[in-house]
């Protein structure tokens, strides 16, 4: 009791003493746990606040719009570097579907993006600069030079209903256009884990390693996922392939998140980002196992089945870590309990104690 | 920058004497001509602003605790409380005011010796909830003006940008509206402004600092707890003025964001405290965000690697 009126924050009105409102049958709930950093135990749950507000500010932006948009960036950037590959090993029906795929999505992508803007009309003055310290300019540069390379490669598709005059150009370009996209498409499907990481939201930043993995895993899931269900069963190996991989990968990469941040991964299992992330991760298994399992039967069923899970799995991760992102901004805990761990131990160890 | 610049100016907002009047939000609000955003009674002792935002350049935060300021005796302990029309509270004053009577005013007299009334039992607690001591802290927040400021570095359009005087600014009429910058600031200030689209925060008055003004904050302030300045001059000061408070038994007065060396390079508008930042809604240890990204920029192109060596291990793989 006394402890906690030393420590607790300051709140009396309601009688709160040591705890943020609300708080206080989570504080803890991972206390057998140890934490990654080091090795030390999980950092004390009481902490104190201005009145149980938030440090940080929330992102302004809107779920649908930017979660969705590193959705579809991911299935762009995969489907690019899978109609490179289909057109390459002369695989037609695969090439065509992953095409169209890329471009639908590259084109919905940036739809979201500039609908996010304050000022859309705006969009424009992103182009001013570049700035390698802003992963959001050097994406959005990535993003201009990469769709109008997937739009001619996806013309090449409607070749025949193309008017005559432009017909060979594009016949032309076609491939060379879907060939020079995969020199950005990886960075389309990865740089959105940068983006996010390089911010103050607690999830977000302390998962700065992971991400860039995670999400460019989790792109792979789902272009490949939507190519196998889309493609016919003879040609669609190498999709289920790229699929289940991404699939494995972003398990992997989600463990090591939740391992490796301690009591800042808490919102990545709470609420609805839980919500979204248990979904993502029983999505995820199902349609990595149906396609394994279509590997060996070939059936166009189990294809659609499990690569549309996949697509699921990858849209509830974007979802889950985004909502997450927000809750550790929007709760002081996760600002100040690691800070204030951190500044101890440096007045501890520097300036002589 | 080049020699001709003006030297890095910066607030000194020295908590211990805010007297809480909120001069300061109401001169911002004026002078800046920034839009209401609210006048509303929210529970947490005379704040109503909450917190920096959008429309709320300069903040009061107000603090109420039961501890003592330094060596300070609060004066509720040793008075008895209820009526003062009573023996036993003129029996105080007078052991209070001691030879001089009432010609002096009883803060010169000196002799002023709060302790338990003699005589008596321990004063009740002066509050339901039992406190006997209080000790009221207020502070004026605003934007730091980071050294290396995460708004800036994220930025995608430059709209915000640097000023001669070091200070950080948006440029409205280039903002887009894209929200990075809010996630990006490790003290949550900058805010986007909901009808507008666009963000907005304090520019330290960069219109008046250029016509060889103070900022209005600074300007309005009526103690001085909001000092502008040289920032160079300011902390200097900054120093003097924590070593005289713990000199007075202040010893919880604290510099916050003077040094140099913090996670943001030391920030342009600093802050003396009288307990840790956490308290006063500031985050206890910043760190401007950017700082890890070259790191991050090496994971991010080392996956992107691995997303495409995967691809064509897939098509390697199944051609056969």
């Known amino acids: 009791m006394s402890a906690s009126e030393q420590h607790g924050s300051e709140v009396r009105r309601d009688g709160l003493h040591g705890t943020a409102p609300g708080r206080e049958a989570r504080i803890g709930a991972r206390g057998g746990r140890k934490a990654g950093r080091g090795g030390e135990m999980v950092p004390p749950a009481e902490f104190r606040s201005y009145y149980g507000r938030s440090v940080l500010k929330a992102p302004v932006w809107e779920s649908r719009d930017i979660a969705g948009y590193f959705f579809l960036g991911g299935v762009a950037g995969g489907s690019a570097l899978l109609a490179a590959g289909a057109d390459l090993t002369g695989r037609i029906g695969l090439r065509r579907s992953t095409r169209v795929a890329a471009v639908a999505a590259t084109g919905l992508s940036l739809a979201a993006l500039i609908h996010d803007l304050g000022r859309p009309g705006r969009f424009v003055h992103m182009l001013r600069v570049l700035k390698p310290s802003s992963p959001m300019s050097v994406g959005t540069w990535i993003l201009s030079g990469f769709a109008p390379l997937v739009a001619v490669a996806a013309l090449d598709e409607a070749r025949e209903r193309l008017p005559g005059p432009v017909r060979p150009m594009i016949a032309a370009l076609g491939r060379p256009s879907g060939l020079a996209a995969t020199v950005l498409a990886p960075a389309v499907t990865t740089y959105t884990g940068a983006l996010i990481a390089d911010t103050a939201v607690p999830v977000w930043h302390d998962a700065r390693r992971e991400l860039p993995y995670l999400f460019g895993a989790s792109a792979l899931a789902a272009s490949g996922g939507l190519a196998a269900a889309t493609s016919a069963p003879g040609e669609a190996a190498p999709a289920r392939v790229v699929g289940i991989a991404g699939a494995l990968v972003e398990q992997a990469c989600d463990r090591a998140v939740h391992k490796r941040l301690g009591m800042v991964a808490e919102p990545l299992s709470q609420g609805r980002a839980g919500r979204y992330l248990t979904a993502a991760r029983w999505s995820t298994r199902a349609g990595a196992a149906l396609l394994a399992l279509s590997a060996l039967r070939r059936s166009r069923a189990l294809d659609i089945a499990g690569g549309t899970a996949l697509v699921a799995g990858s849209l509830f991760a974007r979802l889950g870590y985004f909502h997450a992102g927000a809750t550790s901004a929007t709760e002081p805990r996760y600002t100040v309990v690691p800070q204030r761990e951190r500044a101890d131990h440096a007045a501890k160890t520097g300036a002589g104690g | ?320």
Request: charged residues 20%.
């Open chain 2, 1 to 320: 920058m080049s020699d001709d610049n003006p030297p890095r100016m910066g607030f000194f907002t020295d908590t211990s004497v805010c007297i809480g009047c909120k001069a300061c939000e109401v001169a911002c609000k004026e002078w800046n001509a920034i839009p209401d955003d609210g006048l509303s009674l929210l529970g947490m002792s005379y704040d109503n602003t909450g917190m920096l935002g959008a429309d709320t350049w300069r903040h009061v935060a107000f603090i109420e605790q039961d501890k003592p300021l330094g060596r300070q005796n609060n004066a509720v302990i040793a008075m008895p409380t209820g009526a003062t029309a009573t023996h036993a509270s003129a029996e105080a004053v007078h052991e209070g005011l001691g030879q001089k009577h009432g010609s002096e005013l009883g803060t010169e007299t000196g002799a002023i010796r709060p302790g338990p009334l003699p005589g008596g039992p321990m004063p009740a607690p002066v509050t339901p909830d039992g406190r006997k001591e209080l000790r009221w802290l207020m502070a004026s927040d605003v934007c730091k003006h980071c050294t290396h400021a995460a708004c800036l570095d994220v930025c995608p359009t430059g709209s915000l940008l640097r000023t001669e005087f070091g200070t950080v600014i948006v440029q409205e009429d280039i903002c887009n509206g894209c929200g990075y910058c809010v996630p990006a600031c490790p003290y949550g200030v900058i805010d986007q402004r909901k009808d507008d689209g666009r963000v907005w925060k304090c520019t330290m008055c960069y219109d008046r600092l250029t016509a060889g003004q103070e900022p209005a904050c600074a300007k309005a302030c009526p103690t001085d707890s909001i000092q502008y300045g040289v920032l160079d001059d300011l902390r200097e000061r900054a120093a003097h003025r924590v070593e005289n408070l713990h000199d007075a038994g202040v010893l919880e007065a604290r510099l916050y964001g003077a040094d140099p060396d913090d996670g943001v390079g030391g920030a342009g508008a600093f802050f003396l405290l009288l307990d840790e930042p956490e308290v006063y809604g500031f985050p206890p240890d910043p760190v401007v965000t950017t700082r890890d990204l070259p790191r991050t920029w090496k994971h991010t192109a080392l996956a992107a690697v691995g997303v495409a060596a995967t691809v064509a291990a897939a098509f390697l793989g199944a051609r056969r």
